[in-house]
């Protein structure tokens, strides 16, 4: 009797076992289908640098040396272009670690006085190629390159390297295809260059992240053979990327290592102290960037401090801090203006008056005529009531093939300004599709890598 | 020698690219402020929502939640908007409740505004001056959304910014007719498409026509009898989810979904239990019920959502649970046949039996699914599969009628008449 009963019970059990055991069987296979595959990079197991400066201090010293030392040459040679060259590739190389634009200055400066000192035929032209670039003075770029292409002597290399700036060019006249064709001849010339960097941000402005990641990846040295500073400007990177798809979490995770690979870095610090806002830590955000922006002193940092505090009610320090970091973007404007309209901008979008706004994002606009800049004149526009010119950068930067969260999520803005309720709602959803924590009540504490 | 000096340099500039240089990755996102209209029977609701840092960043006003910071900001926002009739005549605006509270992100400023036109004033055709933060913020805008509607829908009815022109509502006048007919549309569609309510009335049908003898279903019920367990379950599973149905709507209950979901899949899985092996053996009634009452309340969060229980009031409501009380019976209508006549075979049993077992695999999916987010994939392509239980009907009628004919066929050919 004991032994029906408990047959009984065994045959009730079965009946609730079995779904159980459906579902196991179902979610096992769901995971092994939906199992992501190995991501390129990892955070978790970031190796170490191979040599040089461990920290921003170190790196400091290190480039104040070289700078030192361009100097003195210069000094004692000051007729001869090469020092100056030299000088201002010293310049450069200290600019990576400033909070402002006065080396970049300086070196345009010092280029432009070897220039004069140098031969006909001759001259700084590749750095002076690279730092327009860096400036984003397109048109001078392109001159550079058009001199350095008539030269009687070219290496592969050279040559190699000539096509890759004119892809950048290209890139930032908004032509993705002119610039991967000048990408692809660039290894053409030389089988052994390798344009994965720059393949890389144009996959990531055409919002395909994990091409993006992969092309940083490759992109990337050895770790072995690669300093403590880019190697955790590829961290820096790759947080980006995770940012622009709304993996917070992960993006962190970059950070901090970005941060542990290369201590001290102000950029690297600002990251770290918003992701803390990301995660609901607003007080303990405010705290680290005020030490931040205090220490840098830079004007992104005041700008991202004003952010926060504004968010969290205290306007008056905002203020105080937006005025700081206004008072830096005009200086900076003065010295390199197409290289500060962008942030510029940006403050006056956020903290300024929207005609001025206007005026720098058309200017931003003319300087470098991309996907970005139309957003940005995008962003002005709507300020200004402008409706229709702003649906019409935004339709020119998805012509050029931009794919990024912002750009939809002001296309469903203007759309729901415009009463377009079906097509506001269809931006929103394409918005989502590229981060879908693009309209989320925490996405405005974003002020930095905000792709 | 360009080339080494290119790539040191570039090298540099794929750092700053990085950094100090780099041009913003995009334009930088604002809070901005949201107002939800929601139409009431002579009178609108106004849910304002101000992101509450921009509110003390425009205003400079107090943000510490005391008295006297929220009689500063219903001072601030009556100062700051008025609404009135497309003459110009104004409406009265009451603010119910402010509050400084954190709804989702950074707290924020929200209130809730009463906007009443004055006597013999249509109550849907209104003109707001909105000022709220917008003078003073110029990068400030405020998106007004009609919230519901019979079909759930949020439309955007536009947005204001700095020199926008006040803007103009017109909420279209459904008129209790097909405001009623909406909402029984509401219902149908619900009811169809909620597989997980289908389900357990499918599981709860299954054993119907059948007795329980030893914990096991054995015995037949007669076809009357059959019927009569069928409308009982059905009433009762009516009553269940209508009375939860109209106390959560009409009570304003604030429930959160996602345990009432749980519960409605656990429903189901103990449903399909019971349809294979008898666990509650002739209570059937009871436990439709008992499981209507929670089925109820996932319909009152769909009719909350929809704001049709608010925004016609009882007539909505009506109309919603009628839809669904009519999708229900025309569901029993089209399977309760073929179940009679299949309960008459013995090849029921094991239909019964797989019909049970894929039921109480879904709600096992269901439940792994609500209460960890494990299994999305599998319950969307689950829940396509089921968009076409339609086409499965057609086919158990089939079948059922093949079988029926067949018996028929049976009995004349045989010599003397004869019991199944």
């Known amino acids: ?424 709602e269809q931006a929103r959803t394409a918005a989502r599709a590229l981060n879908p924590r693009i309209f989320d009540a925490i996405t405005p504490l974003v002020w930095f890598s905000h792709g | 020698m360009i080339q080494r000096a290119l790539s040191w340099l570039l090298i540099v500039a794929a750092c700053l690219s990085a950094g100090l240089l780099a041009s913003p990755a995009a334009a930088h996102l604002t809070p901005n402020s949201e107002i939800r209209l929601t139409p009431e029977q002579d009178f609108i609701l106004a849910d304002i929502i101000v992101p509450r840092g921009e509110y003390a960043y425009g205003t400079d006003n107090p943000i510490d939640g005391g008295p006297q910071s929220l009689d500063v900001a219903r001072r601030y926002l009556l100062s700051h908007f008025a609404v009135t009739d497309s003459s110009g005549k104004a409406w009265q605006v009451s603010i119910r409740k402010v509050e400084f509270v954190k709804i989702e992100g950074p707290p924020d400023l929200h209130a809730i505004a009463v906007l009443t036109p004055p006597p013999g004033v249509d109550a849907r055709t209104l003109v707001i001056d909105w000022h709220v933060l917008i003078d003073s913020l110029p990068n400030h805008f405020a998106l007004f959304v009609l919230d519901g509607g019979s079909q759930g829908e949020r439309t955007i009815l536009g947005a204001v910014r700095t020199g926008s022109a006040p803007l103009k509502v017109v909420i279209a006048d459904e008129g209790a007719l097909s405001a009623l007919s909406s909402a029984v549309s509401l219902g149908v569609h619900h009811i169809l498409g909620g597989y997980d309510h289908l389900m357990f009335l499918l599981a709860l049908l299954l054993p119907a026509p059948l007795l329980a003898q030893s914990g096991r279903w054995r015995g037949q019920r007669s076809v009357r009898e059959a019927v009569v367990k069928l409308a009982q379950i059905v009433t009762a599973f009516t009553i269940g989810h209508s009375l939860t149905l109209v106390g959560a709507t009409l009570g304003h209950w604030n429930l959160p979904t996602a345990p009432v979901e749980i519960a409605i899949a656990v429903s189901v899985l103990i449903s399909a239990i019971h349809a294979a092996r008898p666990l509650l053996p002739g209570r059937e009634p009871i436990v439709a019920l008992l499981f209507g009452l929670v089925h109820g309340l996932a319909f009152a969060t769909l009719i909350q959502r929809a704001g049709a229980g608010t925004a016609s009031g009882a007539v909505s409501l009506f109309g919603f649970n009628l839809g669904i009380e009519m999708a229900q019976l025309a569901i029993v209508a089209a399977v309760a046949p073929s179940l009679l006549i299949l309960s008459r075979f013995v090849l029921y049993k094991r239909l019964r039996e797989v019909l049970a077992a894929l039921c109480a695999a879904a709600a096992t999916a269901w439940i792994l699914n609500r209460s960890t987010g494990a299994l999305g994939g599998f319950v969307t392509a689950m829940e396509t599969v089921m968009s076409y239980a339609g086409f499965a009907v057609l086919a158990l009628a089939a079948f059922a009628l093949l079988q029926w004919i067949r018996s028929r066929a049976e009995n004349r050919s045989e010599p003397a008449p004869g019991h199944v």
Request: proline fraction near 4%.
């Open chain 1, 1 to 424: 009797m004991a032994l029906n009963v408990s047959d009984k019970a065994m045959s009730r059990l079965r009946w609730l076992l079995l779904p159980g055991l459906a579902a196991v069987i179902v979610t096992g296979v769901e995971w092994h289908g939906d199992r992501p595959s190995e991501p390129v990079a990892n955070a978790a197991s970031w190796p170490k640098a191979g040599y040089g400066p461990a920290d921003f201090a170190h790196e400091q010293q290190r480039t104040a040396d070289l700078l030192t030392l361009g100097r003195e040459k210069v000094a004692q040679h000051p007729d001869e272009w090469l020092r100056q060259e030299s000088l201002a590739r010293a310049l450069i190389n200290r600019s990576r670690l400033s909070a402002t634009y006065d080396e970049l200055a300086e070196a345009k400066s010092v280029l432009a006085t070897a220039r004069r000192e140098a031969p006909a035929g001759s001259g700084p032209l590749a750095t002076d190629a690279v730092l327009s670039m860096m400036t984003h003075r397109l048109n001078d770029t392109e001159a550079a390159l058009l001199t350095m292409r008539q030269m009687a002597v070219l290496e592969p290399a050279d040559r190699s390297e000539i096509e890759s700036l004119q892809g950048d060019v290209d890139f930032y006249r908004g032509n993705f295809s002119s610039a991967r064709q000048h990408y692809a001849m660039a290894k053409q010339v030389d089988p052994a260059s390798d344009s994965s960097y720059r393949l890389a941000i144009v996959a990531k402005a055409s919002g395909d992240f994990d091409g993006a990641m992969a092309l940083f990846a490759a992109s990337e040295p050895h770790a072995g053979r690669s300093t403590p500073y880019l190697h955790a400007n590829y961290a820096l990177l790759f947080g980006g990327v995770e940012m622009a798809r709304g993996n917070y979490r992960v993006a962190r995770e970059w950070f901090a290592k970005a941060n542990q690979t290369f201590p001290g870095y102000w950029l690297f610090e600002a990251h770290l102290a918003q992701a803390k806002a990301l995660d609901g830590d607003l007080p303990g955000a405010i705290a680290d960037m005020r030490q931040i922006a205090i220490k840098s002193p830079s004007a992104e940092a005041m700008d991202g401090l004003a952010m926060l505090l504004r968010v969290n009610g205290e306007a008056a320090e905002s203020r105080q801090w937006a005025a700081r970091a206004g008072a830096i973007w005009q200086h900076r404007l003065e010295q390199l203006p197409e290289a500060a309209y962008g942030h510029a901008l940006e403050h006056e979008l956020v903290f300024g008056s929207p005609q001025r706004a206007l005026e720098l994002a058309r200017l931003n606009l003319a300087s470098r005529p991309y996907g970005e800049s139309q957003i940005y004149l995008a962003s002005a526009l709507l300020l200004n009531g402008k409706n229709d010119e702003a649906l019409a950068q935004l339709a020119a930067a998805e012509k050029s093939g931009w794919r990024s969260a912002p750009l939809y999520a002001l296309k469903a803005q203007a759309f729901e300004f415009s009463g377009r309720q079906a097509e506001a």
